[in-house]
């Protein structure tokens, strides 16, 4: 996802409390960010926060941050915190950046969970190591994974899933749990939070996976 560029994006998102400015200095320290010891989850290419914002809302003693490398995508995610239904929460932060610096921000075991979903395709062989969910990926959050921290995936783009699947593998990931159809699996889509992608795929008649893995 990629919105044209927005000059006003940069600075609303420098005078926003909710936007970490240097992410790099809460390394090792999150838990005062939010002023708690709550369990940090993060969601990688969070887009315009429908997924994050109510997952925050849904569960106030987890703490959240979402992770866009677009300010002008991350702008949408910061106006919607500012309305009624989402303003009052305390448990969600903001960060612009590309997850490829992930270990720069992030303490060893600081994470417990990492959310992608929907996350961009790149087709072309030349550019799978740019796939969230490559080897180079998973061997980032494993950096900052706590030990029986999880990765959860969702995607419509089978082949990306698959790939996903053969990257766990190979990486030595345990594989938890899968399906080619969460929606219509009971266990798995007890509780589903849908995303942007996940409700406009899903209502074109697309069927959504998901993987849940541990290192
Ligand atoms: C296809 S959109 C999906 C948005 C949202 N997760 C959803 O499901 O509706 C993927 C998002 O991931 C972001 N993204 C892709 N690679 C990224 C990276 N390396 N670091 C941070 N964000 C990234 C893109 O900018 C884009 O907004």
């Not at 300010?71 to 009052?88: G, I, K, N, P």
């Not at 720069?104 to 190591?129: C, M, T």
């Not at 899903?202 to 893995?213: D, E, F, P, T, W």
């Amino acid at each position: 996802m990629r919105l044209r560029n927005i000059p006003r994006a940069d600075n609303t998102l420098k005078a926003n409390a909710l936007v970490i400015k240097s992410p790099e200095a809460q390394r090792g320290c999150w838990r005062h960010v939010f002023r708690n010891d709550n369990p940090l989850y993060i969601e990688i290419g969070m887009g315009k926060g429908q997924f994050l914002l109510n997952m925050a809302k849904t569960y106030p003693d987890i703490n959240f941050v979402g992770i866009e490398r677009y300010s002008s995508v991350l702008l949408r995610a910061v106006e919607r915190m500012d309305t009624e239904e989402y303003q009052y929460l305390k448990n969600i932060r903001f960060v612009c950046m590309d997850a490829r610096e992930l270990e720069q921000v992030f303490a060893p075991g600081e994470v417990e969970r990492i959310y992608l979903n929907f996350s961009d395709p790149w087709p072309k062989a030349r550019h799978a190591k740019r796939r969230l969910t490559s080897v180079e990926f998973l061997s980032r959050y494993e950096k900052v994974l706590e030990k029986d921290g999880q990765v959860e995936f969702k995607t419509d783009n089978t082949p990306l899933f698959e790939f996903s699947l053969e990257q766990a593998e190979e990486a030595e990931w345990k594989l938890i749990a899968h399906t080619y159809d969460l929606h219509h699996n009971k266990e798995m889509n007890l509780g589903n939070i849908m995303t942007e992608y996940e409700e406009k795929f899903s209502a074109k008649g697309n069927a959504i996976n998901k993987l849940i893995i541990k290192r």
